[in-house]
């Protein structure tokens, strides 16, 4: 990849991409908002891909599709590009309904998890392509694609043959052959996974860097809660055919709603409250006090907001135990600590200071205001 | 030291296969040229069996009848095949079964079941109706019939072989259905159907038993002409036609991989 100075400044020369989008047009907005309701899909007749999705993607925002394959992420992504009917419910972009529109005549672009680029044209006929079946002139075509070549930074690649490219070129070039259309939406169905993680990351940056740039509505799907976090305004966890929680990534990670976006978003410390009395409840790992007016059957100890100390102590919110593992991660440690029959996960900084050993008797605080309760 | 023998051994059954193979081929191209009447012996080089092949009326009427033929019958059973193998792939993934095996079933078919019954089958045609005559009309419908699953089949399995995603990004990049067809699926066939052309067009210029079954008293091709002749004896200049049909089927297979190899090197 290029300088990341450079790549800054350039971005700072075009700031406005929407005003010229807008200006070459007119007729339409740079960026447009997604509103479905009531979206229901069924599979021959037992499987549930949808089961009433209602969402608004607002525009410009960088929306991520969150679940485990079968949730209906990749089915919902579909039936906004047209490529599959919902059997019931409204699809509105722009502000026009849209449910009944053939792919060809909705403008939203899709970048395919295989990138989907024909291997009888080469680079430059494949970015070129969305633009001629829309009877584009040749001139525009040719400047639009050296101006989108150049914003994905793959000018020198435009007359090479598809089976020519890598797997991150060829990412490229399906991203560019979608953008290059300017269309309302984008849709992003796991662009990355097919990509080695180093590759991802860069290209994870690339992709922000891009949206951020033309202010574009993207939405994203993806499996993994690693890249959803990194990239996304917000997002939409979905499991079983229902959106289960729609926010940040900070909310869906430090305040997930119920256990299935805890465990999905990678937490283990959930533990059943067994007796609750006012603010203090009962926990396999012990009692625990917790903020006033917070509800629910779980409880959920974020590994990263537990503090260690040497020895026994006695407190509120202070959990004794014995570590039983640690995984030294060089920035930071993880421990397993088990308490009593059950066993808890903590990340230690490492500031340099003694990180205790295995075997250690050790205590663990939390402060009342990181413990998050959640319902099933 | 056995290791070597083997080897020898493995080398001269090789060259034994390709003599089986070749060498009755080279013996017709060379007494092509022979000077003599005789096959017994090779007199000398002369070019007069084919100079006498270009006075030869019924020779010259077989030879346009087999290329009018092969060429229209490959090019309607394109067509026909092309819509088959399409609608195979799109509906690949219901149980389509029988359908299945009732287009393969001419490949596996006899080829003397199959003109013996297309024959009857005109016959009955031509009683009723008095249309279907045995004639070119027939053996071209009788051809397209047996050419029909070898292009569907092609067609068929290079869409397989496509990223069935490609299908939707031409709908989403805008193309219209018609635009589909113009755009993506013929250019991405293009190799395919050439193959498919050429080797409908060989099948068509090689066949004897369907031809000599559905054909009429105007309609001899040249491997109907070639049989009757040799009721009278091998003649040299039998063997100038045999020379150049090779010929023929050899640039056929040379255009057609030319042809579909010059896209994708380009």
């Known amino acids: 990849m290029s300088d990341p100075q450079m790549v800054m400044d350039e971005s700072l020369q075009r700031v406005e991409p929407q005003e010229s989008a807008v200006g070459e047009r007119g007729e339409r907005l740079a960026a447009s908002s997604i509103e479905m309701k009531g979206l229901h899909k069924r599979f021959g007749n037992d499987a549930v891909a949808l089961n009433g999705v209602d969402l608004t993607i607002r525009a410009g925002e960088f929306f991520t599709l969150l679940g485990p394959s079968g949730c209906g992420k990749t089915t919902l992504l579909r039936i906004l590009a047209g490529l599959e009917e919902a059997d019931d419910g409204t699809l509105i972009i722009g502000g026009k309904d849209v449910t009944e529109e053939p792919p060809h005549r909705r403008s939203v672009n899709t970048v395919f998890q295989s990138y989907a680029l024909f291997p009888h044209l080469s680079v430059r006929e494949n970015l070129a392509f969305g633009l001629k079946m829309r009877g584009v002139g040749a001139q525009e075509r040719e400047a639009k694609v050296a101006e989108v070549a150049n914003l994905i930074q793959l000018g020198e690649l435009v007359d090479r043959r598809i089976d020519q490219l890598s797997g991150g ?198 402060s009342s205001e990181d413990l998050v309760t959640l319902s099933e | ?111 003397i079941v199959f003109g013996i019954s297309e024959m009857t089958f005109f016959v009955k045609i031509n009683e009723l109706t008095g249309l279907l005559s045995p004639g070119l009309s027939t053996m071209i419908i009788a051809h397209v019939t047996f050419q029909i699953p070898f292009v569907a089949l092609i067609v068929y399995s290079r869409f397989v072989g496509l990223d069935p995603s490609l299908f939707e990004a031409a709908k989403d990049l805008y193309a219209t259905p018609r635009q589909r067809v113009q755009f993506f699926m013929l250019p991405t066939l293009k190799p395919a159907l050439i193959s498919a052309f050429f080797l409908s067009f060989t099948l068509s210029l090689d066949d004897f038993v369907i031809s000599f079954f559905t054909s009429g008293p105007e309609s001899a091709t040249l491997p109907i002409y070639i049989w009757s002749a ?16 090779m010929m023929a089927v050899a640039i056929a297979a040379i255009a057609s991989l030319w042809l579909s190899r010059r896209r994708t090197v380009s």
Not at chain 1, 236 to 265: C, D, H, K
Not at chain 1, 284 to 304: A, D, N, Q, W, Y
Not at chain 2, 19 to 25: I, K, M, T
Request: aromatic share 8%.
């Open chain 1, 169 to 366: 070129q060829r990412q490229r070039i399906a991203l560019a052959r979608a953008l290059v259309c300017e269309p309302d939406v984008l849709l992003l169905d796991e662009p990355l996974s097919a990509l080695d993680a180093g590759l991802r990351s860069q290209l994870q940056v690339e992709l922000l860097r891009v949206q951020k740039r033309l202010g574009m509505t993207f939405v994203f799907v993806t499996h993994d809660q690693q890249e959803a976090m990194v990239m996304s305004d917000r997002i939409a966890v979905l499991n079983g055919g229902n959106i289960q929680q729609i926010g940040s990534p900070r909310e869906i990670y430090e305040t997930p709603i119920n256990v299935f976006v805890a465990r999905f978003m990678g937490h283990d410390n959930l533990y059943a409250i067994t007796e609750r009395e006012g603010c203090r409840v009962t926990t396999p790992v012990g009692t625990l006090e917790l903020e006033g007016g917070s509800e629910g059957e779980f409880v959920l100890i974020r590994p990263e907001t537990l503090d260690l100390k040497l020895g026994h102590v006695a407190g509120t919110n202070h959990l004794p135990g014995r570590i039983t593992e640690r995984l030294y991660r060089g920035s930071h440690a993880e421990y397993r600590i088990a308490i009593g029959a059950t066993s808890l996960q903590a990340t230690v900084n490492n500031r340099g200071h003694h990180l205790p050993d295995v075997g250690d008797e050790v205590t663990l605080v939390v």
């Open chain 2, 1 to 111: 030291m056995k290791r070597s023998i083997f080897k020898k051994g493995l080398r001269g059954f090789w060259w034994l296969t390709i003599g089986f193979l070749y060498l009755p081929l080279i013996v017709v191209m060379l007494f092509s040229f022979n000077a003599s009447n005789s096959a017994a012996s090779f007199t000398g080089i002369s070019l007069r069996w084919y100079r006498r092949l270009l006075g030869n009326d019924a020779i010259l009427s077989a030879l346009s009848n087999s290329l009018l033929l092969a060429v229209i019958s490959s090019l309607v059973a394109l067509v026909i095949g092309c819509l088959i193998g399409y609608g195979m792939y799109r509906h690949r993934h219901r149980k389509l079964g029988w359908l299945i095996v009732l287009i393969y079933l001419p490949i596996v078919l006899p080829d």
């Open chain 2, 230 to 245: 040799i009721r009278k004896g091998v003649t040299p200049e039998i063997n100038a036609i045999a020379t150049l049909m």
